[in-house]
């Protein structure tokens, strides 16, 4: 019996895709990364994430957060990353920017448009905690999600054609 190529992506792309959507589905807290601010840092980090479980665990009735948005647009990049790659094994040459709109362009709208209007409508972060409303510097996440597909995208067809001079 031979596993294709197809059934690979399927696994490998799906099954994240779908745990994704259920943790957007259910508004659960994104997890704490470490970064560079040392190790108190990343410990205080840590129990601030424990905190927003305990409390997410704690609510009586539908969760909403602002990671939802975060963990939908993760499952549609992994659903638009298999269309692309299962379109590149089938030899379809869509242009970069058509590419681009089917792959990340719905990932990134999912991200920008749940998260500025969440601000907009005026709801807090999450429904479970007493992190309490959402600053206005939020609004910076979406805007870097719009500008950096748009900049890679085009960085990316202004390359193909200088490839195709050549």
Known sequence: MSIGMRTVLRWVLGVPAA???????IGFPLPATPGRAGLE???VLWESFLA???AWGRHDGWRFSGASWFWLSLAAAGVGLYFHLISEEED???GVWRASL???LPA??????GLTGQFLLGLDWDNYSSRGGMSSEILLLPGSAVALWFFGTAFKYRRNRRRKRT
């Open 19 to 25: 745990a994704s959507i259920t943790l957007g589905l």
């Open 41 to 43: 840092q990343s410990e």
């Open 52 to 54: 927003q479980v305990q």
């Open 92 to 94: 379809k040459d869509r």
């Open 102 to 104: 089917a792959c990340a």
């Open 108 to 113: 990134v709208a999912i991200f920008s448009v």
